[in-house]
């Protein structure tokens, strides 16, 4: 009985809350360069909790384009911010997943989370600014910001595990073909 305890424990701390990157494409459109991502999110038992009792939280994904130099730091040739709103309304029973002046509303978190893990057709650099054939380094991630937590939170969640979602940065080369058609 003991050795089942034991190992339920070490279970729960194993399904620690992470977001991870499972994929990311960029492709041309007419005038910009565009990202498709998917995400794996799992915000944890107490972050669940803690939206359902009326907290938001803000996911921001952040993407960078640079190019490598030889003879000094990378060049940054592009840089993106996307800040989602996840809430819940207590009196409609429905989570809001907002960003900028858009707002979705679902039954479930779960809808909501997976509406949040698939980023399409985000213009993350004009056309123009990507030559042909040559390398850049991609580097895309979605977080938790803790900053904009009500400060309460904020305080608890220093130093606190089931606050401090794990978000894996993924990097990748990204070489525009010579010949690239708009969708």
């Known amino acids: 009985m003991l050795l089942f305890f034991a190992l339920s424990l070490f279970s729960l701390a194993g399904s620690a809350a992470e977001i991870e990157v499972k994929g990311a494409e960029i492709t041309a459109g007419e005038e910009a360069w565009l990202l498709d991502a998917e995400f794996g999110i799992d915000i944890g038992h107490r972050l669940e909790e803690v939206v359902a009792h009326g907290v938001p939280l803000y996911f921001v994904a952040e993407f960078t384009l640079s190019k490598a130099r030889w003879y000094w730091v990378d060049e940054h ?69 803790l900053t904009q937590l009500p400060k309460p939170f904020q305080v608890t969640a220093i130093g606190n595990k089931d606050w401090n979602i794990t978000a894996e940065v993924k990097r990748w080369s990204f070489t525009p073909p010579s010949e690239t058609r708009a969708k």
């Open 77 to 145: 040739v592009a840089g993106r911010q996307q800040t989602w709103r996840l809430s819940y309304n207590a009196l409609t029973r429905q989570y809001r997943l907002s960003t900028g002046a858009l707002h979705q509303n679902f039954a479930s978190l779960g809808e909501a989370l997976g509406v949040l893990a698939r980023l399409r057709n985000w213009a993350v650099a004009d056309r123009a600014l990507l030559k042909a054939g040559e390398p850049y380094n991609a580097a895309l991630r979605l977080k938790l910001d």
